[in-house]
């Protein structure tokens, strides 16, 4: 079936600095994949949608300047938290659609 | 606008036993997935429900959907410990593909 590869699962970054998050679809061209946010014990929050060759779409209230993402290629989406902030601590998981939603592995960020 | 609404939100039950978990949705629409989520990782997808009276069965869960009364169920069969997770009903709004989530069903199966 269709593999969303997302990297890296966990990663502990400083205050201030970026982080990137990269989402590979594997066996499929994703022209479009979506990004989430999931606090402990919540639910899924979408954040923005990522178009292949055009600028993402990002969901209200979701700072398009602190997020951003690229969807550079048919196969590669990237979500970059800039400067990042300890509330930008969070599991952030990525998903294509093809036939159905396929979901990548998940990210932990931790911002100490 | 689209809301999903799942109850129970938090769900405990005895191994051996049946329970169903609820997903009502506010608009109308076609299709409709069924995610597990482990603690501390991604979603697993469960089933896609097509269309009005849809039923899907895969071991001992089974799914549902009554888009007259926009609504999907998750019936649990004789329940054993590894289906404890995080049940999610996401469904897309309108002509958009974007998942609308719920806050999930929480199942813990007690031996």
């Known amino acids: 079936g269709a593999v969303v590869s997302q990297h890296p699962s966990r990663v502990i970054c400083k205050s201030g600095t970026s982080v990137k998050i990269e989402c590979r679809s594997l066996?499929?061209?994703?022209?479009?994949m979506f990004w989430y946010r999931q606090f402990p014990k919540q639910s899924l929050m979408l954040m923005a949608t990522s178009n292949e060759g055009s600028k993402a779409t990002y969901e209200q209230g979701v700072e398009k300047d602190k997020f951003l993402i690229n969807h550079a290629s048919l196969t590669l989406s990237t979500l970059t938290v800039t400067s990042a902030h300890p509330e930008d601590s969070s599991f952030y998981i990525c998903s294509a659609s093809h036939y159905g939603y396929t979901f990548g592995s998940g990210t932990r960020l931790t911002v100490v | 606008e689209l809301k999903v609404e799942q109850n129970p939100l938090f769900l405990s039950m005895q191994e051996g036993k049946n329970y169903t978990i609820y997903c009502n949705y506010s608009t109308t629409s076609d299709r409709l997935y069924w995610y597990r989520q482990d603690p501390g990782k991604s979603l697993e997808s469960l089933f896609v429900l097509l269309s009005n009276g849809a039923v899907k069965q895969e071991g001992r869960l089974m799914a549902s959907l009554d888009t007259k009364a926009r609504l999907s169920t998750l019936h649990i069969t004789a329940a054993v410990h590894d289906l404890s997770a995080t049940y999610f009903c996401p469904r897309t709004q309108g002509g958009s593909e974007k998942l609308v989530f719920g806050k999930g069903t929480k199942l813990t199966v007690n031996p």
């Open positions: 066996d499929f061209q994703a022209t479009t």
